[in-house]
């Protein structure tokens, strides 16, 4: 890559990412963008940088424009009863932090007076609590990780890796001084910053919870075990083994993994562990294994996003009950479901695209549990024998199929299999 290639990439690294609190409702969203335009509006000229950047920081929020207009007059008119809400609203301290380094950006990008600025994030960081430490830390690393596009046309390659240098390092020290701060935070704050821990065949056994919420590459297994807890929260994960739960516990949310390499059938193997919970998260089996097998317990899985599975079901399930929601499956070529167990299943509001089976393309059940499929999309599945979507291998009262729709799945005659009951089908021929 040329000089000019570089910069260009670092330009674009640099823009404003989604926001790490874009998933929040709509009122805090609102709240939130009401305290930052006390910063914008509350001065007495709005300069064009500074409007430019906070309508920047909106979009990354996806607040609604409607709700963006009103700011400007909300800002004169309601201060003292607005005020109080974003200190009672924005809580958390990963809130805080995006809110304090949001301050710091307007107050670099638009020129707004040094005092002024000052005096208002002081005030914030009073009422948030926050030590001497904090503040320092997320004005210097805000500083770093926000640069005009004048100033980064003028910067050289080792310009950027010193400020990365500088950014990890001044991480480091906080973290040293007893302070944390989740990894989608620190890349929003710096799009171009990277932080990978590397672990190697952790076997965890003694009861504890441990917690990953960056980058993570594990070589080797993970042996979850004896009432041990494993969280990936906002974790960005690369493996070259797999994960074994044993009387232990899996909590995967708004986290990515991605498998490199895999010799065990599946990715995550789950004995007597009594529940599992995916949300908001994607699994990326990269065609070189399969993603779950469980035997006992509940799984919840929601908003998630199941892809690239192979040799078995995306996931094989034995346990007592799940409920799938509002997830995909994508590419599973030995189907995405197998259902055994002796309890409710649910599924609703998934999508199923390109899976592929003996009977059954997309879900295969060998249960005599009541299961409900419901408002799911079912494209290009395709069974050998039968149930181009969906097999049921017994014919039984409370295997329903509500409200979903089939395009493009083969044996065409036999979408569905087995079902008792099918109200309101809805097929798109081929």
Do not use: W
């Not at 005092?115 to 690393?141: A, M, P, R, W």
């Not at 002796?342 to 009541?370: D, P, Q, R, T, V």
């Amino acid at each position: 890559m040329n000089m000019l290639e570089y910069l260009a990439q670092k330009r674009n690294d640099m823009s404003t990412p989604s926001h790490p609190l874009a998933q929040n409702s709509a009122n805090f969203k609102y709240i939130y963008c009401f305290g930052l335009a006390v910063l914008v509006y509350g001065y007495k000229d709005q300069l064009p940088a500074t409007l430019d950047c906070f309508s920047s920081i909106l979009n990354s929020l996806h607040l609604d424009s409607e709700q963006q207009k009103k700011l400007p007059l909300q800002v004169k008119n309601h201060f003292d009863l607005k005020i109080t809400e974003v200190f009672r609203t924005v809580a958390t301290k990963q809130e805080q932090y995006c809110f304090i380094a949001d301050l710091y950006r307007l107050s670099f990008f638009g020129l707004i007076s040094p005092t002024y600025c000052h005096d208002i994030i002081e005030g914030y960081c009073q009422v948030f609590n926050l030590t001497d430490t904090e503040t320092s830390f997320l004005k210097e690393f805000t500083n770093l990780g926000y640069q005009t596009t004048d100033e980064l046309n003028k910067q050289t390659i080792s310009y950027y890796d010193t400020k990365l240098d500088s950014a990890v390092l001044l991480y480091e020290n906080f973290k040293l001084s007893g302070y944390d701060i989740p990894t989608p935070v620190l890349e929003y704050i710096f799009p171009s910053f990277s932080l990978t821990n590397e672990i190697e065949d952790l076997s965890l056994d003694d009861g504890s919870i441990k917690r990953f919420e960056s980058n993570l590459k594990i070589h080797g297994n993970l042996v979850i075990s004896n009432c041990s807890t494993i969280v990936l929260d906002h974790a960005k994960v690369k493996i070259d083994g797999k994960i074994s739960i044993k009387n232990g516990k899996i909590i995967i949310r708004n986290s990515e993994l991605f498998v490199e390499q895999c010799n065990a059938p599946y990715l995550l193997s789950i004995e007597d562990t009594p529940n599992i919970r995916i949300e908001h998260s994607t699994i990326d089996c990269n065609n070189q294994t399969s993603f779950l097998q469980q035997n006992n317990g509940q799984l919840k899985l929601r908003n998630s996003y199941i892809k690239n599975t192979i040799q078995k079901p995306a996931i094989d399930f034995s346990g007592n009950s799940a409920d799938i929601s509002k997830s995909s499956f994508d590419n599973c070529k030995s189907g995405a479901f197998l259902n055994t167990s002796k309890k409710e299943l649910f599924i609703g509001s998934c999508s199923f695209s390109n899976c592929h089976n003996m009977h059954g393309g997309a879900i295969h059940s060998h249960s005599l549990a009541n299961t409900t499929i419901y408002n799911c999309n079912f494209q290009d599945c395709h069974a050998k024998y039968l149930g181009g979507a969906i097999y049921f291998a017994n014919l039984k009262y409370g295997q329903s199929v509500i409200q979903c729709k089939f395009e493009n799945c083969t044996p065409t005659d036999s979408n569905l299999f087995n079902v008792y009951t099918n109200p309101n089908p809805m097929y798109i021929p081929k």
